[in-house]
T-cell receptor
Framework: GAGVSQSPRYKVAKRGQDVALRCDPI?????LFWYQQALGQGPEFLTY????????KSGLPSDRFFAERPEGSVSTLKIQRTQQEDSAVYLC????????????FGPGTRLTVT | GQNIDQPTEMTATEGAIVQINCTYQ??????LFWYQQHAGEAPTFLSY????GLEEKGRFSSFLSRSKGYSYLLLKELQMKDSASYLC???????????FGKGTRLSVIA
């Protein structure tokens, strides 16, 4: 596709439910990043992949968060036993290795945990 | 640690010029990025600086001083559609994850 796509765009989950958020990066982009953005704040890093390898997951807030990119393209961020504090917009971005033209962000998934 | 500071909010008049400052402290440096984010939308790339100096792109310019840990984004001939949050982000090496500031919410008024 022309840009980074994410699905679903909006997700409402009851506390305790598991959710899976999908990211389709720009074709050929080696690097893929997940960020969490609370209302009125800047994006906070969660994890990133280079191809299928998860190179850094230091930003994942707890072991309830898990991300994968098994074939080096599509990535899924899974949140188990959701809590209210997980409510945020989850942004995915992709880039070439050098990224001198910046990263390209998807539209985000707005997660609301009730 | 890594720290990026930018003002929380700014207001400017349509047609005017506004400068949004960003200061950073990071363990390494491999580029500073500016993004624009309209409410409810994804950040979109505006500019990238890795060397000292001014990069100009139409109505938008970005300046970097690595020795001072300082950058600014300059917006000229402001339009109402420029009302958005402007995010400063720094990469410390290679293509490692960007560290973002909290963003500056710019309101353009008539």
């Amino acid at each position: 596709g022309a840009g980074v796509s994410q699905s679903p765009r909006y997700k409402v989950a009851k506390r305790g439910q598991d959710v899976a958020l999908r990211c389709d990066p720009i074709s050929g982009h080696v690097s893929l990043f997940w960020y969490q953005q609370a209302l009125g704040q800047g994006p906070e890093f969660l994890t990133y992949f280079q191809n299928e390898a998860q190179l850094d997951k230091s930003g994942l807030p707890s072991d309830r968060f898990f991300a994968e990119r098994p074939e080096g393209s599509v990535s899924t961020l899974k949140i188990q036993r959701t809590q209210q504090e997980d409510s945020a917009v989850y942004l995915c971005a992709s880039s070439t290795r050098a990224a001198t033209q910046g990263w390209y962000f998807g539209p985000g998934t707005r997660l609301t945990v009730t | 640690g890594q720290n990026i500071d930018q003002p929380t909010e700014m207001t400017a008049t349509e047609g005017a010029i506004v400068q949004i400052n960003c200061t950073y402290q990071t363990s390494g440096f491999n580029g500073l990025f500016w993004y624009q984010q309209h409410a409810g939308e994804a950040p979109t790339f505006l500019s990238y600086n890795v060397l000292d100096g001014l990069e100009e792109k139409g109505r938008f310019s970005s300046f970097l001083s690595r020795s001072k840990g300082y950058s600014y984004l300059l917006l000229k001939e402001l339009q109402m559609k420029d009302s958005a949050s402007y995010l400063c982000a720094v990469r410390d090496s290679g293509n490692t994850p960007l560290v973002f500031g909290k963003g500056t919410r710019l309101s353009v008024i008539a």
